[in-house]
């Protein structure tokens, strides 16, 4: 599985303009991750998410495992002035070279200048019980500027080896417009420091 696609502004940029849309309008948020892991093979993670009201679906490649897609439907909530929460609850179905069922989430938490975010899903894999997983991403950010946040960021993956369970990290994102751009830098103490680039745009 690849860390992602919370990064999470895409969680909370597509629920966003999905709230501001006039009922029944689509919004909809395209991102891309490039993962550069040591001992293993570079490779990039897209992702499409499409929100209209309550419903949201999405598509990954890359995610779960290298090889695979997913295809996701899933319901927003959301609530709340000072402390603003969204969250969707969310199945998908699995397929490539790995294959299964997973519930999933996603959720964001903002406050002033402030955001916790995280996704996370259980793979119930079909060819082998053995190989179910739990996978999260998940984001502690500030925002000085409306332009730039920074902050941390923690992952669980099975796409690649390390040593590490949990992998951890920091982040610096800046947005242009409709675009955004973040760098994460996993394990910056160890030998198997990790970059990871994302790029994403909301239409």
Not at 73 to 81: D, E, P, Q
Request: hydrophobic letters at 40%; one cysteine or more.
């Amino acid at each position: 599985m690849t860390g992602q696609a919370l990064a999470q502004e895409t969680a909370s940029r597509a629920l966003a303009e999905s709230a501001e849309a006039e009922p029944g309008q689509w919004s909809f948020y395209a991102s891309a991750f490039a993962y550069f892991p040591p001992e293993s093979q570079d490779y990039v993670s897209p992702v499409l998410t499409a929100d209209r009201g309550r419903l949201h679906l999405e598509a990954r490649y890359n995610y779960e495992a290298l090889s695979t897609g997913s295809l996701w439907a899933g319901y927003n909530f959301s609530g709340g002035t000072e402390l603003v929460c969204e969250a969707t609850a969310m199945v998908g179905a699995v397929f490539g070279d790995t294959a299964g069922v997973a519930p999933g989430y996603r959720l964001s938490l903002a406050y002033s200048s402030f955001e916790f975010s995280s996704e996370g899903e259980y793979l119930f894999d079909s060819r082998n019980r053995a190989e179910s997983f739990f996978y999260t991403w998940t984001e502690l950010s500030y925002s000085p500027a409306d332009w730039f946040r920074t902050g941390l960021v923690g992952q669980r993956t099975r796409a690649y080896k390390t040593e590490l369970d949990i992998q951890r990290g920091l982040l610096a994102g800046f947005t242009y417009r409709d675009w955004d751009f973040t760098i994460y830098l996993f394990n910056p103490d160890r030998d198997d420091r990790m970059f990871v680039l994302s790029v994403g745009v909301g239409f």
